[in-house]
């Protein structure tokens, strides 16, 4: 079977080179265009001839069908909606995260069976070790949840932030960041669950951790809550008392799985728990990846 052609938009940064580094050998996918953040040519990188974001017709003339896009907002609404007119582009920005096109590939990945073409995009890489672990308790009746998250300086790109802002420091306020999750997991799940939201930056290189605490209507026992959430394939629970660490556990599924630990009763029928996914592999890049292969049928959604 020929390999489907696919290219980068933003190569060259954060998410581009995790795009860069996944698409190597992949079973699927062949990468045979990368596009800069800006509309000039930038040389070369990883042996390919580097692109502007107006080189569409270099891309069509290389075969390629699915475009992930790890451009920056503003870049986004001008060139994705002109690139989605003839390539399937997988987004990570903010700017397309609507009920058409917000896709999480276990929650409701069944949006991008079959397509081809348009603008679909990954949820805020934060919200996976949010979203996974609710979606599988709302058998229990979530009443609210309060997220206090400790999120990795790479999602921040390249140049989000200095050595002397980060280091020796935890930054508690991440501009737009709490209101995104909040909307996003409503588009997600389907409903509104109330959510009590503080982010905050620190000094880990990669790996959003998130420390949770559920009320639930459902009266529980950890033992239901276990079986809940060992029904998801790529929820890895962990029993030490310490887990999940970013640097211990973040590549865990090969990056892939959403880590939880410290899985614990509190007051009010509430559940708490820290959990742990990597932004720029599950947050990101990976989910990128895993969406194309939804929409061409390689990986069936549940």
Sequence with gaps: MDKIGVGILGATGAIGEVYRNLLNNHPYFSLKFLGSGSQRLEGSLSGFPLYGLEDKHRALEL???????????????????????DFLVISSSSAFRDEKRLIFPEINGRKIVGQTKGI??????????????????????IRKVAVTTMQAISGAGRQGLSAMDIFDNVIPFIEGEENKIQEE??????????????????????????????????????????????????????????????????????????????????????????????????????????????????????
């Design 185 to 302: 997991l409503n588009l997600i799940l389907e409903q509104k669950i109330p959510l009590n939201i503080t982010c905050c930056r620190v000094p880990v290189m990669d790996g959003h951790l998130v420390v949770l605490d559920i009320e639930l209507e459902e009266v529980f026992d950890l033992e239901m809550i276990y079986s809940l959430l060992s029904l998801e394939p790529t929820i890895q629970l962990l029993e030490q008392n310490d887990r999940p660490q970013p640097r211990l556990d973040r590549d865990n599924g090969n990056g892939m799985n959403v880590s939880i630990g410290r899985l614990r009763k509190g007051e009010k029928n509430s559940l708490q728990c820290v959990a742990l996914a990597h932004n720029r592999i599950r947050g990101a890049a990976g989910t990128g990846i895993k969406l194309a292969e939804m929409a061409y049928g390689f990986t069936q959604p549940r």
């Design 120 to 141: 679909f995009s990954k949820s805020n890489c934060t919200l996976h070790p949010i979203a996974l672990p609710l979606k599988q308790l709302l058998p229990l009746k």
């Design 63 to 85: 075969g390629v069908k699915i475009l992930f896009s790890s451009l920056d907002t503003e870049r986004a609404i001008k060139f994705e909606p002109v690139w989605a007119q």
